[in-house]
T-cell receptor, first 112, second 110 residues
Framework: QQKVQQSPESLIVPEGGMASLNCTFS?????YFWWYRQHSGEGPKALM?????GDKKEGRFTAHLNKASLYVSLHIKDSQPSDSALYFCAVSPDTNAYKVIFGKGTHLHVLP | EAAVTQSPRSKVAVTGGKVTLSCHQT?????MYWYRQDTGHGLRLIHYSYVADSTEKGDIPDGYKASRPSQENFSLILELASLSQTAVYFCASRVTGQLYFGEGSKLTVL
């Protein structure tokens, strides 16, 4: 069964700083990698996706994927207090593309 | 913007009672999902469906049933609610890989 693990559980960064969130998965054939963000009291919302090895940049957000190392990460540059939220990594196993498995999440706190 | 609406948004149920959580999407998405969120466990997949009249078990299906009577509607049914099923439940629909979540249904079982 696919396992998705995120670290750290909680992260505190100053406003303007860089936040780095990590995610490891167990199935090397996984094909679908997304990052979701959830603000308190809301449902999760998709932030960005990455499907190929390497980096993908969208504004202040950069995702990195290394399938051979079973690793995906999210880096937030120039962090803002509004970035404070719970961030999830989501992975879809190759054997069942319908199934989407989430990690436990990383709580990001950006201090003004 | 994809719209997924859940009802009820909040419910208090008694142990052993029946609970039905409903989900409606208006975007013609084929795939729909039910997740459960608990502190320390993240989002765990209960049931999912990729076509009307068919449902599949996720990772934690015990104690839950699902029903997909139409493309737009997907229900989660707790026939005999238990204390351990107190949680926030999220429904989602999916298109081209992206999940669109509802606002959640907070269930408290007493």
């Amino acid at each position: 069964q696919q396992k998705v693990q995120q670290s750290p559980e909680s992260l505190i960064v100053p406003e303007g700083g860089m936040a780095s969130l990590n995610c490891t998965f167990s199935d090397r054939n996984s094909q679908y990698f997304w990052w979701y963000r959830q603000h308190s009291g809301e449902g999760p919302k998709a932030l960005m996706s990455i499907f190929s090895n390497g980096d993908k940049k969208e504004g202040r957000f950069t995702a990195h994927l290394n399938k051979a190392s079973l690793y995906v990460s999210l880096h937030i540059k120039d962090s803002q207090p509004s970035d404070s939220a719970l961030y999830f990594c989501a992975v879809s196993p190759d054997t069942n593309a319908y199934k989407v498995i989430f990690g436990k999440g990383t709580h990001l706190h950006v201090l003004p | 913007e994809a719209a997924v609406t859940q009802s009820p948004r909040s419910k208090v149920a008694v142990t052993g009672g029946k609970v039905t959580l409903s989900c409606h999407q208006t975007n013609n998405h084929d795939y729909m999902y039910w997740y459960r969120q608990d502190t320390g466990h993240g989002l765990r997949l209960i049931h999912y469906s990729y076509v009307a009249d068919s449902t599949e078990k996720g990772d934690i299906p015990d104690g839950y049933k699902a029903s997909r009577p139409s493309q737009e509607n997907f229900s989660l049914i707790l026939e005999l609610a238990s204390l351990s099923q107190t949680a926030v439940y999220f429904c989602a629909s999916r298109v081209t890989g992206q999940l669109y979540f509802g606002e959640g249904s907070k269930l408290t079982v007493l």
